[in-house]
């Protein structure tokens, strides 16, 4: 029993699916032509897909956006041209829940950061299910740094359920490891793109999202707060997450209205874990289409972009509410 | 604590009738003090020290040497999620806004500490837990960038929850706002002092607040990332009482110094005084 509402759904296929490639098995073992049949069962096999998959609610984006085949950030990291891995805060620790280095994408020498949740129970309980730590950020920082030093382009992957929210966090300082963090991406002197993977949950996802463009997976979520933490927050009910989520306006529609998005990749039917090849590909000729224009800029226009980009966002108001404007 | 007159006609009739109220119970020692000996002690318990978590204007009255000039007040909270849950988020604003007297989680505006110019922004959890909004990032924002004009100094009175829920990733937005702003103001030479107030967490603390030169914290406050609840349901143990205080964050080198109420502005005037090249 998987606590995930796409995995349980998708155990319903799984029969078909065995069937058919039992089918495909067996037309090649002899020579009785079968196509006929195994087209059949396709065409059911897609019907029923798109039952299940067709039109996903918010709250089943959150659990597709959290599915344990969804590609994560190594799995785009892997299919770079190259790379090679730098590890730690050089304070206290390298925390594995957030990846990065430097690496080549489509022939440009870039820096690439992200989160890493883990895609089995053990690789989880390592990489603390993706939570980063102060020790986490402090690196993502290190390496923004280290890019603008080295005029390399930053290539950041965003995937967790939010910044880790336990004791040690705390002590060592989680909110200014975030802040900094915040600070080092906005006042970065290269061009910056994120995508939204997985899950993006608040402050800790936005840490690794402060960028000149933004791309969004269209079964990716971005909010404020998880819906199990906005419930809580609100409700003091975790329980209520699936209302929450609806409230929360965290899809990738969502956010491109608001301007925070600028652009979604549309995922194949059932999620991009279906076609996972097929959507890293698209998904780094997509960054790269972003990089280019970008890397044209100088440093100076390129923060003067970055900073109106964020200025703007507040000044959005409801129709027949008191207007929300700058003084400017 | 006299009332100065530019804080007559800022508040609600509501508002004005709570300062009304004789008597207040002290929430730690229960001692029950008289108002007005109260609000002349800063609104910290004159039995055992507490200190009561200050409204807005109370705060700026208590640290300012005359007049203060108010910006961007007349930016205002709009509802861009179109939120209703129990209860609408425009309904939500007005009882806030009844029961407060603010239109927002912060005042910001220009005064006089001891002579010296600075900007001033003091946030206020009586509104909506002070939580950041869409409005309470713009005032802010607005607050750094003529700070950063006039080159002044810029003191940040933080108390928060963090990001609104009510106004979804917009309130998240604010974080990367405010810190462009506050990074813009930083790098021009200006001075940035936070004093972290009962409670500040979450996108509040991880945003401007940390970013501070010198970061003050009132003694006693509690102030952090995650809340203490959602830290205990993780780890499914009670925390210490300790944890997430000031003193706590002193000892584990995240704050410059805590201070009570009461040496709060001398502090402040001496840091303006060693940032002030003179």
Same mark, same amino acid.
């Not at chain 1, 000044?315 to 929300?324: F, N, R, S």
């Given at each position: 029993?998987?606590? *995930?509402?796409?995995?349980?759904?998708?155990?319903?296929?799984?029969?078909?699916?065995?069937?058919?490639?039992?089918?495909?098995?067996?037309?090649? &073992?002899?020579?009785?032509?079968?196509?006929?049949?195994? &087209?059949?069962?396709?065409?059911?096999?897609?019907?029923?897909?798109?039952?299940?998959? =067709?039109?996903?609610?918010p709250?089943?984006?959150?659990?597709?956006?959290?599915?344990?085949?969804?590609?994560?950030?190594?799995?785009?990291?892997?299919?770079?041209?190259?790379?090679?891995?730098?590890?730690?805060?050089?304070?206290?620790?390298?925390?594995?829940?957030?990846?990065? =280095?430097?690496?080549?994408?489509?022939?440009?020498?870039?820096?690439?950061?992200?989160?890493?949740?883990?895609?089995?129970?053990?690789?989880?309980?390592?990489? *603390?299910? =993706?939570?980063?730590?102060?020790?986490?950020?402090?690196?993502?920082?290190?390496?923004?740094?280290?890019?603008?030093?080295?005029?390399?382009?930053?290539?950041?992957?965003?995937?967790?359920?939010?910044?880790?929210?336990?004791?040690?966090?705390?002590?060592?300082?989680?909110?200014?490891?975030?802040?900094?963090?915040?600070?080092?991406?906005?006042?970065?002197?290269?061009?910056?793109?994120?995508?939204?993977? =997985?899950?993006?949950?608040?402050?800790? &996802?936005?840490?690794?999202?402060?960028?000149?463009?933004?791309?969004?997976?269209?079964?990716?979520?971005?909010s404020v707060?998880?819906?199990?933490?906005c419930?809580?927050?609100l409700?003091?009910?975790?329980?209520?997450?699936?209302?929450a989520a609806a409230h929360l306006k965290l899809t990738?529609?969502d956010l491109?209205r608001f301007?925070i998005?600028?652009?979604?990749?549309?995922?194949?039917?059932?999620?991009?874990?279906?076609? &996972?090849?097929?959507?890293?590909?698209?998904?780094?000729?997509?960054?790269?289409?972003?990089?280019?224009?970008?890397?044209?800029?100088?440093?100076?226009?390129?923060?003067?972009?970055?900073?109106?980009?964020?200025?703007?966002?507040?000044?959005w108001q409801a129709?027949?509410l008191?207007?929300?404007?700058?003084?400017? | 604590?006299?009332?100065?007159?530019?804080?007559?006609?800022?508040?609600?009739?509501?508002?004005? #009738?709570?300062?009304? #109220?004789?008597?207040?119970?002290?929430?730690?020692?229960?001692?029950?003090?008289?108002?007005?000996?109260?609000?002349?002690?800063?609104?910290?318990?004159?039995?055992?020290?507490?200190?009561?978590?200050?409204?807005?204007?109370?705060?700026?009255?208590?640290?300012?040497?005359?007049?203060?000039?108010?910006?961007?007040?007349?930016?205002?909270p709009g509802d861009p999620l179109k939120w209703s849950d129990?209860?609408s988020y425009p309904?939500k604003l007005?009882?806030?806004?009844?029961?407060?007297?603010?239109?927002?989680?912060?005042?910001?505006?220009?005064?006089?500490?001891?002579?010296?110019?600075?900007?001033?922004?003091?946030? @206020?959890?009586?509104?909506?837990?002070?939580?950041?909004g869409q409005?309470?990032?713009?005032?802010?924002?607005?607050?750094?960038?003529?700070?950063?004009?006039?080159?002044?100094?810029?003191?940040? %009175?933080?108390?928060?929850?963090?990001a609104r829920m009510e106004e979804g990733m917009l309130a998240l937005m604010?974080?990367?706002?405010?810190?462009?702003?506050?990074?813009? %103001? $930083?790098?021009?030479?200006?001075?940035?002092?936070?004093?972290?107030?009962?409670?500040?967490?979450?996108?509040?603390?991880?945003?401007? #607040?940390?970013?501070?030169?010198?970061?003050?914290?009132?003694?006693?406050?509690?102030?952090?990332?995650?809340?203490?609840?959602?830290?205990?349901?993780?780890?499914?143990?009670?925390?210490?009482?300790? %944890?997430?205080?000031?003193?706590?964050?002193?000892?584990?080198?995240?704050?410059? $110094?805590?201070?009570?109420?009461?040496?709060?502005? @001398?502090?402040?005037?001496?840091?303006?005084?060693? #940032?002030?090249?003179?």
């Amino acid at each position: 029993m998987s606590n *995930n509402l796409i995995v349980e759904r998708e155990r319903s296929l799984v029969e078909l699916e065995r069937r058919i490639a039992e089918l495909r098995e067996a037309s090649a &073992a002899q020579p009785r032509d079968m196509s006929s049949e195994i &087209a059949a069962l396709e065409e059911k096999y897609q019907l029923i897909l798109r039952e299940l998959f =067709g039109t996903l609610s918010p709250w089943e984006k959150v659990h597709m956006a959290r599915h344990p085949n969804r590609p994560t950030s190594l799995d785009y990291i892997a299919r770079f041209d190259r790379f090679d891995e730098l590890h730690g805060d050089r304070h206290f620790r390298d925390d594995p829940s957030i990846v990065g =280095g430097m690496g080549t994408l489509r022939g440009r020498n870039v820096m690439v950061v992200g989160q890493q949740r883990g895609r089995d129970t053990k690789e989880n309980l390592h990489r *603390n299910f =993706g939570m980063p730590a102060p020790e986490g950020y402090r690196k993502a920082t290190r390496l923004a740094r280290l890019a603008s030093r080295l005029c390399l382009p930053i290539v950041t992957f965003v995937d967790t359920k939010g910044a880790d929210p336990g004791i040690s966090s705390e002590e060592h300082a989680q909110s200014e490891a975030i802040a900094i963090c915040l600070q080092a991406f906005s006042t970065a002197t290269v061009p910056i793109v994120a995508t939204i993977v =997985g899950e993006g949950g608040s402050g800790g &996802a936005l840490a690794l999202a402060i960028a000149d463009f933004v791309i969004m997976l269209e079964h990716s979520t971005y909010s404020v707060a998880s819906p199990e933490g906005c419930a809580a927050i609100l409700w003091s009910d975790a329980s209520k997450a699936e209302e929450a989520a609806a409230h929360l306006k965290l899809t990738a529609d969502d956010l491109h209205r608001f301007g925070i998005v600028d652009q979604i990749l549309p995922e194949p039917l059932g999620g991009a874990h279906r076609n &996972a090849r097929d959507v890293v590909t698209r998904t780094l000729d997509a960054v790269e289409a972003a990089l280019s224009p970008l890397a044209a800029l100088t440093p100076e226009i390129l923060l003067d972009q970055r900073y109106r980009k964020y200025r703007r966002l507040g000044e959005w108001q409801a129709e027949g509410l008191e207007p929300v404007r700058t003084a400017r | 604590m006299p009332r100065p007159e530019w804080l007559a006609g800022r508040r609600t009739k509501e508002a004005q #009738a709570t300062d009304g #109220a004789m008597w207040t119970k002290c929430p730690k020692c229960g001692e029950v003090l008289y108002r007005r000996d109260l609000a002349a002690n800063l609104f910290v318990c004159t039995r055992c020290g507490y200190h009561f978590r200050m409204k807005a204007y109370d705060r700026i009255a208590s640290i300012v040497d005359g007049d203060f000039t108010e910006l961007g007040a007349d930016v205002l909270p709009g509802d861009p999620l179109k939120w209703s849950d129990r209860r609408s988020y425009p309904a939500k604003l007005k009882s806030d806004r009844e029961r407060s007297g603010l239109s927002e989680s912060v005042v910001c505006g220009f005064a006089s500490l001891s002579g010296r110019r600075i900007a001033l922004g003091v946030m @206020d959890f009586h509104f909506r837990g002070g939580t950041m909004g869409q409005v309470t990032g713009e005032r802010i924002t607005l607050l750094l960038e003529e700070a950063r004009r006039e080159h002044v100094p810029c003191i940040i %009175f933080a108390a928060s929850g963090g990001a609104r829920m009510e106004e979804g990733m917009l309130a998240l937005m604010q974080l990367a706002k405010t810190t462009a702003a506050v990074s813009r %103001f $930083m790098a021009d030479g200006n001075f940035y002092v936070v004093v972290l107030t009962d409670p500040t967490s979450g996108g509040v603390s991880a945003s401007f #607040a940390f970013q501070a030169d010198v970061i003050v914290a009132e003694s006693k406050a509690m102030i952090g990332f995650a809340g203490r609840r959602v830290i205990e349901q993780t780890i499914r143990q009670r925390l210490p009482d300790q %944890f997430q205080t000031a003193e706590f964050l002193l000892e584990k080198g995240a704050i410059d $110094m805590v201070v009570e109420r009461a040496d709060l502005k @001398d502090t402040l005037v001496r840091l303006l005084e060693y #940032a002030a090249h003179e």
